[in-house]
């Protein structure tokens, strides 16, 4: 697929540029699902524990492609692209469930748990009349199945012949952080699906922008579960597109927002019963509130106190885009603290106390540049580069993700 | 008394519904006990067993909480909501309180004029009838249809 990059010049500025048409191009679209969703990338599927039993299967998305994610009889994990060989429908017609073959409901054609073609209804036809050729080969149209791998309970997935081993892809800051969340088997609590009026990147630039966090979500900011100058750090990936936020949950008190007259510290608001909702428990022991953890393209992992979660971004055209979201505890979980998750969870997700806005955000900036192809947006908090850095009030994620992204562009 | 008790639900849920739509959300609250409990929820969820909520109060203080939220802190743009309540079916007759089912649909209309289909679903109701303020809720559980929400859910349904 070709980019008209005679047409589509990134800015000569580099990173602390970003030009509005990544976000309405439609070539850039298609290429995106090529080139970065089915390309060198790992894309977060579900997790282990959706697939809790042997011959259980969840679909799910690689890109805009259609994904079945299966667990076989002997307990490994497949998956496969959920189009059948023959005329291209939809395999699996459910979200999740059991089964011990996937059969296409619209002419029979079967397939094993590796998504592996092994029956075509009246192949050899009825009584020596019809059927299919003999020289016809359906298995190398066959479903594409994808290279999978497991960790720390994520399962991911990708196409690419290219794509660096998982940890490697992830960098050992994320195999650390990764693994400090998902700390014991994973227990479900339930999710939900968010949709975003605005293309996939905007949402996941918001994620990774630690500045907006507690400017845009006063519910932050007044009850001081995040403010920019609580303790933390932001951590980038040295290709960029994987970046992690933290911050303490012990607060300094400090008065700088207040100070500066931001509307996000409203002094005069105060809850009749905010423990009901934000009581909570140091879990990992380290004193860590506020963990928010990307890897490129779209895979989000949250710790907001004890309210864990992890989103899927899925492309679903120019200016929409499905944010799956998948809540979870652990097996080991007693009452207390399953009864916490989900006090907190009233923090989060499309009716959440924080995080409802950031749908809202990312489409007022599609709706915002809707004439202003030529012009660019302005990434230049915390300077021009991409490092790991302590500061918060910096941009360095956001210019990390475009640099990965033009890497795999070729822009 | 079984029609009585239809009446008597579908009237206080076409009050509660009327004084969302009016954006009247100061006085939501007061449709509940003071333990009442309050929490939106998918069919999904529902089916699976899983706890998970995108609202979950147990209390009118943390339905007011959820007030001063929206009126004070969340941003959002300019919406109303309209809904239509179906005829409740009363599923059964318990000591702490009346059950019932209620439908709904949610059109949700915005600033620009822009007006969708926002949700279906249905109340679980317990509605406690004679208590000392009348009618109450002591629970309501909304169960969306639909996983999906579109942007955001800031008004309560």
Known sequence: ?411 | MYIEHVARIADLNARYADTIDADQLEAWPDFFLDDGRYRITTAENVAQGLPLSMIFATSRAMLRDRVTALREANVYEGQRYRHVLGTPLIAAVEAGGVRARTGFIVARVMRTGETMLFATGCYEDRVVLDGPDGARFAEKVVVLDSRQIDTLLAIPL
């Open chain 1, 1 to 411: 697929m070709n980019i008209h990059t005679t047409r589509r010049q990134w800015p000569a500025e580099g990173l602390i540029r970003v030009p509005y048409w990544v976000y309405s191009d439609r070539d850039l679209y298609d290429a995106e699902q090529e080139r970065i969703f089915r390309g060198d990338t790992w894309t977060f599927l579900c997790l282990d524990a959706e697939l809790p039993t042997p011959c259980s299967f969840r679909a799910s998305n690689l890109g805009e492609m259609p994904v079945v994610v299966t667990r076989d009889a002997n307990g490994a994990i497949h998956a496969f692209e959920n189009r059948c060989a023959h005329r291209g429908s939809l395999l699996c017609l459910k979200e999740r469930g059991e089964a011990r073959e996937i059969v296409c409901v619209y002419h029979n054609w079967t397939y094993d748990l590796t998504g592996t073609l092994t029956g075509i209804a009246f192949r050899r036809g009825i009584a020596g009349k019809g059927g299919m050729p003999s020289d016809c080969k359906p298995e190398e149209h066959a479903p594409r199945q994808l290279r999978i791998k497991s960790f720390a309970g994520l399962v991911f997935g990708t196409l690419g012949h290219n794509t660096p081993p998982l940890e490697q892809y992830l960098g050992p800051d994320h195999v650390r952080h990764i693994r400090r969340v998902l700390r014991a088997p994973v227990r479900l609590i339930g999710g939900y699906s968010q949709i975003i009026p605005s293309n996939w990147k905007l949402y996941i630039e918001n994620v990774k922008d630690s500045y907006h966090a507690s400017l845009l979500h006063m519910f932050f900011t007044t009850f001081r579960l995040n403010r920019l100058s609580q303790k933390g750090g932001l951590m980038v990936s040295e290709a960029g597109g994987n970046h992690i936020s933290y911050s303490m949950a012990q607060d300094i008190a400090g008065r700088e927002y207040e100070q500066a007259g931001l509307r996000s510290a409203n002094e005069g608001y105060a809850l009749e019963v905010p423990d009901m909702l934000l009581k909570s428990v140091d879990e990992f022991g380290d004193g860590i509130g506020l963990q928010i953890l990307t890897v490129f393209p779209g895979f989000v992992l949250q710790q907001i106190r004890n309210c864990l979660a992890v989103r899927r971004v899925v492309p679903r055209g120019l200016d929409k885009t499905e944010l799956v979201w998948t809540c979870f505890g652990f097996t080991t979980d007693d009452d207390t603290l399953a009864e916490l998750r989900l006090r907190q969870a009233n923090l989060i997700g499309p009716a959440g106390f924080i995080s409802m806005e950031d749908g809202a955000a990312a489409g007022f900036v599609q709706r915002g540049v809707a004439g202003a192809n030529n012009e660019v947006s302005l990434v230049e908090m915390g300077g021009s580069g991409t490092a790991s850095e302590e500061s918060r009030v910096s941009e360095a994620a956001v210019r990390g993700f475009w640099k990965n992204y033009r890497h795999h562009m070729g822009l």
